[in-house]
């Protein structure tokens, strides 16, 4: 079975541009949570959908923004990009929310100069 | 808010030296209780799940303990391989909230 797969791997942005991540969760899973790590923060919860819906949301900007697909196909867009946003970005799918571990994309490495 | 603290924040051992990692923990509504592995530019790959008190799984030279406060990933004789960074994870009624992680080094 193919694993969650994110695209693009690495990115290189301007301060102030804007930017789309991609992730395409387990076949099956409909759960598609996103999560920001950085070395000072650790992993820290962007949102979560469940069948199209945002479930949960962390304590990000409101610059920060997701969607799910009715394919269980997840985006999360930045807009404004400011420096501290370079950061390893990480998508997860799980079969449904709640107790279901999750398990991670490879994540897509956003480095804003 | 839910928390999860992790201890010690690096261990370097010997190869077949055991020891265990700990990850304390406040939260609403416990639903789960995940230990992950991660590699360096790698997303987390996923190890255990536990749900109550007493519960305990195994995996090859891994073994995670749950109690009401905290959880344990025990270490038995490691390998150069078991190198990378530990992290807890905690679901609570709204989210999964992770530990800062502990790195691991195992010296040949």
């Known amino acids: 079975k193919a694993g969650v797969t994110q695209t693009p791997r690495y990115l290189i942005k301007t301060r102030g541009q804007q930017v789309t991540l991609s992730c395409s969760p387990i076949?099956?899973?409909?759960?598609v949570s996103w999560y920001q790590q950085t070395p000072g923060q650790g992993l820290q919860f962007l949102f979560e959908?469940?069948?199209?819906?945002?479930?949960n949301k962390g304590n990000f900007p409101g610059r920060f923004s997701g969607r799910q697909f009715s394919n269980s196909r997840s985006e999360m867009n930045v807009s404004t990009l400011e420096l501290g946003d370079s950061a390893l970005y990480l998508c997860?799918?799980?079969?449904?929310?709640?107790?279901?571990?999750?398990?991670f994309g490879p994540g897509t490495r956003l480095t804003v100069t | 808010e839910d928390q999860v603290t992790q201890s010690p924040e690096a261990l370097r051992l010997q190869e077949g030296e055991s020891s265990s990692l700990n990850c304390s923990y406040t939260?609403?509504?416990?639903?789960?209780l995940f230990w992950y592995r991660q590699d360096p530019g790698k997303g987390p790959e996923f190890l255990f799940t536990?749900?109550?008190a007493g519960e305990e799984k195994e995996k090859e030279r891994l073994k995670a303990t749950l109690t009401k406060k905290e959880s344990f990933l025990h270490i038995t004789a490691p390998k150069p391989e078991d190198s990378a960074t530990y992290l807890c994870?905690?679901?609570?009624?709204?989210?999964?909230?992770f530990g800062t992680g502990t790195r691991l080094t195992i010296i040949p």
């Open positions: 076949s099956g899973h409909r759960s």
């Open positions: 959908y469940f069948s199209e819906t945002q479930r």
């Open positions: 939260v609403s509504g416990l639903r789960g």
């Open positions: 536990l749900y109550s």
């Open positions: 994870a905690v679901r609570g009624n709204e989210k999964l909230t």
């Open positions: 997860a799918s799980s079969i449904r929310t709640d107790k279901y571990e999750q398990y």
